[in-house]
C-alpha cells in the first residue's frame, strides 16, 4: 500500500457555474473486484467546460514524474511573474 495523497480546491472566490477548481491526487486504486490496486498519480486542472489532467505514465519514474510537475510549477511561476511585472508598469 502507499500513502495517498487527495487534494480538491476551487480556484475561484465563490463556487458558481464557471468555477475553476485543482485536484491532486495520489494513492492506491482498485479498478476491479478481483484486481491489484495499483498506484494513480494526477493532477487534475479545470475551468468552466474544459479540463485537463496530467497522470504519472507507467513507464514513468517517480523522479520523472516530480520532475514535469516541477517543470509545471516553474511555468506557472513565470507566467504569474509577467502579470505582476505588467501590474507594476501600470500603476
Do not use: A
Not at 41 to 54: A, D, P, V, Y
Amino acid at each position: 500500500m502507499h500513502k495517498t495523497y487527495c487534494k480538491k480546491e476551487f480556484l475561484t472566490d465563490s463556487p458558481e457555474p464557471s468555477t475553476s477548481t485543482v485536484v491532486s491526487f495520489s494513492g492506491d486504486i482498485q479498478y476491479g473486484c478481483n484486481e491489484t490496486p495499483e498506484l494513480v498519480s494526477f493532477l487534475e486542472i479545470s475551468s468552466c467546460n474544459s479540463k485537463i489532467r496530467l497522470h504519472r505514465k507507467h513507464e514513468q519514474t517517480f523522479q520523472e514524474w516530480v520532475e514535469e510537475l516541477r517543470r509545471l510549477r516553474d511555468h506557472i511561476n513565470d507566467y504569474l511573474n509577467f502579470f505582476e511585472e505588467i501590474k507594476e508598469e501600470s500603476e
